[in-house]
């Protein structure tokens, strides 16, 4: 079975193109426009074992948001149509990341209700010309639109690169757990019978 999607998104502010596999082997083509954005995707798909591609033209003229939020929301809808019935994945996935002095966690549960929890305080606005309140908004736009329960936590650090490194990274390897197929499990792991 082959769990992948493309998806199409145009609007007067991005017009995106984006590729997904969950099965892949960590590649990726970045075209976002956004350098740091493309940074942190080529990190959580190397981490996560997704092959990503990306070609998005947004309004970066006036700033990163349309572009990060509507790549977001087309990775968000690939990841749920590449997950297809989600017979025997493993639902739930959970990833600790050091960088230097930072600590980042990410929980999952692919549970069809869609939820965000962030708990990160970064002491920089920006790095580079990311505005860092991007952060909140993408995982937002990606739980939203994968329907999916995501819980992020910087427990500590003081380097606003790195702790949104590691929260990338975190959010990779916590979704690949949470996409395995595991033979054990017979149909969906619900009681409820239906995620």
């Known amino acids: 079975m082959s769990r992948q999607a493309t998806i199409q ?30 940074h942190m995707l080529d990190l959580f798909a ?19 948001h349309h572009t990060t939020e509507d790549i977001g929301i087309c990775i968000g809808q690939a990841l749920r149509e590449a997950l297809g019935d989600k017979k025997g994945i493993k639902r739930y996935g959970n990833a600790f990341v050091p960088m230097d002095e930072t600590l980042a966690q990410v929980v ?3 549970s069809n209700r869609p939820h965000l929890e962030f708990r990160a305080e970064f002491p920089s606005k920006q790095v ?11 995982l937002w736009k990606l739980a939203l639109e994968a329907r999916m329960n995501l819980h992020v936590i910087v427990h500590y650090g003081h ?3 790195h702790m949104i490194e590691a929260v990338f990274k975190a959010l990779g390897r916590a979704l690949d757990e949470a996409t395995t197929v ?14």
């Not at 595991?182 to 995620?195: A, E, F, N, Q």
């Open 108 to 110: 999952i549960d692919l």
């Open 46 to 64: 190397k981490h996560g074992q997704f092959d990503l591609i990306v070609n998005a033209d947004g309004d970066i003229e006036v700033d990163g």
């Open 9 to 38: 998104r145009k609007t007067n502010e991005t017009d995106i193109e984006l590729g997904f596999s969950i099965d892949g082997e960590g590649r990726t083509e970045l075209e976002t426009g956004v350098p740091f954005l493309s």
């Open 128 to 138: 580079g010309t990311f505005d860092t309140e991007l952060v909140h908004e993408f």
């Open 159 to 161: 380097n606003t690169h």
């Open 182 to 195: 595991d033979p054990r499990i017979k149909g969906v792991p619900s009681t409820k019978g239906l995620l």
